[in-house]
């Protein structure tokens, strides 16, 4: 008999009941050091003070009232991301796929304004991962999110990540725009050069198109930057951000210059609960504390202090690791033992990881996570790769 819950989901026997900081407590009172942060979604860990009291204090004044009012919660998160990022403009959406849906439209749009309708394409990269809409598989094109869910939105092609041979050559007259996450997720953390992304940069411009850039996972500080592609020193047209952005409410948001904006009219897009006063008032909050120098100062400095153990961690664990991918706190270990054995083992050691594409665990902690944390995630991930080897050899 099918389960309540549709059963979409391969979910680990774990339910936490309570998160302090870095740590999630689970219902039988085992404490687990969260390198997963949801996903990087909790960029500041569990129950932080300023975000609880942002969400409570907003919930006391007024949940939900429309897009068809003003909403001084979004105006000042809309103007406080403008500020600090190459943007003119933001629509908020409440998830990540649908700031894919925005920026399809808003791409197309773009063009047919400019009396080139016949401009549609949009070419993306394999190993992508842009949500589960009907946009976001489209966009990432693997037969693992699309097989059986045709017909396709139309007008997407896939070239392999990092061939900018490929990119050139799949540029025709009708492409609108390239879409790329900086630094691939779910794909397995591989980051694409700042060089690379500087020529991606070039290469859309000399074609004349525009550049989507998909930091749904890569963007809020993960990286050490506000945004992974401030390193490459580029700035895109049009830019999904989510998970990190609301802290673990639901909020997404789509950055866009104005000159990209400028086809999405009154009418022309909507939401109901997109940039509703909770989610904006707690992304505020976020912001607040993510986009300050100091804040991103010490992220990379914990990067590389962590970096630097998970290189050891690699060296003495030859059997089971391969290398250390990613940049900032965007981690992972490429396994030579199956990556899924390696999250077992963590589990069983009380440490959450995420599992990726290419035999990767991700590392994702809370950005604000504390230098004793990241010393006993680094034990942790020694015992549990201790038991992975003896393992292999058993
Ligand atoms: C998670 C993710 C999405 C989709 O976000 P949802 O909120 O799950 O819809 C899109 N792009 C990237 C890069 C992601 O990591």
Redesign the pocket.
């Known amino acids: 008999m099918i389960p309540s819950v549709l059963p979409t989901y391969n979910r680990a026997p774990l339910t936490f009941v309570k998160g302090e900081g870095s740590w999630m407590i689970e219902a039988d009172g085992r404490r687990f050091l969260d390198l997963g942060a949801g996903?990087a979604v909790n960029v500041l860990g569990h129950a932080h003070p300023s975000l609880v009291n942002a969400l409570t204090d907003q919930a006391n004044a007024l949940w939900h009232v429309s897009n068809l009012y003003h909403i001084p919660q979004q105006e000042a998160l809309a103007d406080k991301l403008v500020e600090n990022s190459f943007a003119d403009t933001v629509f908020f959406t409440n998830?990540?796929?649908?700031c894919?849906e925005l920026a399809v439209k808003m791409v197309r749009k773009y063009w047919f304004e400019k009396g080139q309708a016949d401009k549609t394409d949009i070419i993306g990269f394999e190993g992508a991962?842009?949500?589960?809409s009907s946009a976001?598989i489209a966009a990432a094109g693997s037969e693992k999110m699309t097989k059986g869910f045709g017909p396709l939105l139309p007008g997407f092609k896939q070239v392999p990540w990092g061939d900018l041979d490929a990119l050139q050559n799949a540029i025709t007259d009708t492409t609108a725009a390239v879409i790329l996450?900086p630094v691939q997720?779910?794909g397995g953390i591989r980051p694409m050069d700042d060089a690379d992304l500087k020529a991606v940069r070039e290469i859309c411009d000399v074609a004349g198109i525009l550049l989507i850039l998909?930091e749904?996972?890569c963007g809020v500080g993960r990286t050490g930057k506000l945004f992974a592609h401030e390193w490459a020193g580029i700035t895109p047209d049009v830019m999904?951000v989510?998970?990190g952005i609301g802290g673990g409410f639901p909020l997404?948001a789509v950055l866009a210059s104005e000159e990209a904006a400028s086809g999405m009219t009154a009418g022309t897009h909507g939401s109901t609960y997109g940039g509703n006063p909770l989610a904006c008032a707690v992304g505020g909050a976020v912001m607040d504390i993510v986009a300050e120098p100091a804040f991103l100062d010490d992220v990379n400095r914990k990067a590389g202090q962590f970096q630097q153990s998970l290189e050891g961690l690699v060296a003495s664990h030859p059997d089971v690791f391969e290398s250390v991918r990613g940049t900032g706190l965007m981690l992972g270990l490429k396994c030579k033992a199956s990556n899924m054995d390696v999250l077992q083992a963590a589990y069983d050691a009380e440490l959450i990881t995420v599992p990726a594409a290419d035999n990767v665990i991700r590392l994702l902690p809370p950005l604000n996570i504390s230098d004793d944390d990241i010393n006993e995630a680094i034990t942790r991930l020694d015992a549990a790769a201790t038991v992975v080897a003896q393992n292999l050899q058993g």
């Not at 998830?95 to 649908?98: A, N, Q, R, V």
């Open positions: 996903i998830s990540g796929t649908e894919c991962f842009h949500g589960r976001g996450e997720g779910e998909d749904v996972q999904m989510a998970k997404g």
